[in-house]
């Protein structure tokens, strides 16, 4: 069994978000994410699965690209909130203004597309 505490095994980058990959078995992949002040991860999409984010500690927001409402549908994560990225739906996590800690959650293997 696989523990991490990823509040106190917090692991930051000056340069861009850092994942720790917290549990990974060979149907589940559960992440930490950390993210200092206004980090992004990038526009990005996973073709095969929805990913569940969970703020754990400070804030930011999941941005996700729509067709409607300019584009863009923000979601506002605090400590505590459970936001969905759907499947095939391009994303960016964005951390706030003190950064932002959450899990991301996701069936394994995870691809990955990245936009741009």
Not at 40 to 56: H, L, Q, S
Not at 84 to 109: E, K, Q, T, Y
Request: glycine share 12%; with cysteine; charged share 20%.
């Amino acid at each position: 069994m696989q523990s991490v505490n990823l509040i106190s095994d917090a692991r930051f980058s000056d340069d861009k978000p850092n994942v720790l990959h917290a549990v990974k078995t060979d149907q589940l992949l559960v992440d930490g994410m950390y993210l200092k002040p206004l980090q992004k991860t990038g526009w990005r999409k996973i073709p095969d699965a929805d990913r569940a984010y969970v703020c754990v500690q400070g804030g930011g927001e999941l941005v996700l690209e729509t067709t409607a409402a300019g584009n863009e549908l923000r979601i506002a994560l605090s400590p505590g909130a459970v936001a969905l990225a759907p499947r095939g739906v391009f994303h960016d996590l964005i951390g706030g203004a003190g950064g932002m800690v959450c899990s991301a959650l996701s069936r394994f293997p995870v691809r990955v597309i990245e936009k741009g």
